[in-house]
């Protein structure tokens, strides 16, 4: 059984055609969100009060702020939102999200990440309750630098999980994306991924990719893959996939494939200035049908990060995306 250390809150929003969209609010646990996804999509609201256990959690972990996804600081005010659909891949929904703010040794921490499983949900939902909670313990326990020098941190965060899904959770098949997002006293963004969900940053007007996509064809990532005895088919009319079977180089679990792929993240710092005007992350099923301009041309007049993450998920399905999507805007004002 899975240990939950998380709280959560939902409000229900109307639904919107096609009828599969669902509006979710304040999500930190992967099992109250696959309830709602697969079970309660009728019910009203849903909130959970922390327990004994979760107010220790919170005390050594940091305090989960309860203000609606909205934060102003001294020169910034800040709005979150999200949104996730479920595809017509006719495997259930695979996509997790976090979307929360924390206080944690006096940082203000903006916490957001896109798990997008494949071969099942159980990699995505285990990241989804425990990949921050094993960055953050990183944090305090091992490297309290960490605001000064995140990369290592992230990189034994991201494998230590990777260990105990392997071992726990999933057996030779079945895996997950992951990009990760801190956003550090309204200031720094540390930003850390695998797979093929994407962050993009929006600064004065101009949009910049700042996760990479480990797609099998890429040099690097070929030669990666080859360096440890695997391979990368290139069959006309599929996409590239190691040893046949994978679509990315990079991802939690696959047992089956981790010899010849990684868990290990790409890592980028960002500058958060009053140029930066939103960050996205999302799951492949938004970039797979729209551009990072066209993402970034589609929200950039909106002010509320909840309307844009709607907005961004509708464009996607009016182009015709079949697959699970999941969105997180960060709107800085």
Not at 43 to 62: I, P
Not at 169 to 176: C, D, F, N, Y
Request: one cysteine or more.
């Amino acid at each position: 059984m899975e240990e939950h250390t998380d709280f959560v809150r939902f409000k229900r929003g109307k639904l919107r055609q096609p009828k599969n969209i669902i509006k979710i609010k304040r999500t930190s646990t992967p099992d109250d969100v696959a309830a709602v996804l697969a079970k309660e999509r009728n019910r009203d609201n849903n909130k959970h009060t922390k327990g004994d256990d979760e107010e220790d959690e919170a005390k050594e972990y940091g305090d989960v702020l309860d203000f609606g996804g909205e934060v102003s600081g001294k020169n910034r005010h800040i709005t979150h939102g999200f949104h996730l659909v479920e595809g017509k891949m006719k495997h259930g929904m695979e996509d997790f999200l976090v979307a929360e703010n924390r206080k944690m040794k006096g940082y203000d921490l903006g916490l957001y990440a896109i798990f997008d499983g494949h071969s099942g949900r159980k990699v995505a939902q285990y990241l989804h309750t425990h990949l921050f909670h094993n960055i953050l313990k990183e944090v305090i326990i091992i490297e309290p630098d960490f605001w000064e020098n995140p990369a290592s941190a992230l990189k034994r965060a991201y494998k230590k999980t990777d260990n105990e899904i392997l071992k726990n959770v999933v057996g030779a098949r079945g895996g997950s994306t992951a990009v990760t997002a801190i956003l550090i006293n309204q200031k720094q963004l540390v930003v850390a991924n695998v797979g093929d969900s994407r962050a993009v940053l929006c600064r004065n007007g101009e949009v910049k990719q700042i996760t990479v996509d480990h797609d099998p064809l890429k040099r690097k990532e070929k030669k990666m893959v080859e360096s440890k005895g695997g391979f990368v088919s290139e069959k006309p009319g599929n996409i590239p996939r190691v040893d046949g079977q994978l679509a990315m180089t990079r991802a939690f679990g696959d047992a089956k494939l981790k010899e010849h792929i990684t868990v290990e993240p790409d890592v980028t710092i960002e500058k958060i200035d009053k140029e930066t005007e939103f960050i996205v992350l999302a799951s492949d099923g938004l970039w797979k049908v729209t551009s990072n301009e066209e993402v970034a041309d589609c929200i950039r007049e909106m002010k509320s990060g909840q309307k844009a993450a709607e907005e961004l998920i509708e464009e996607a399905l009016l182009r015709g995306s079949k697959d699970d999507i999941s969105c997180v805007v960060v709107k800085l004002g």
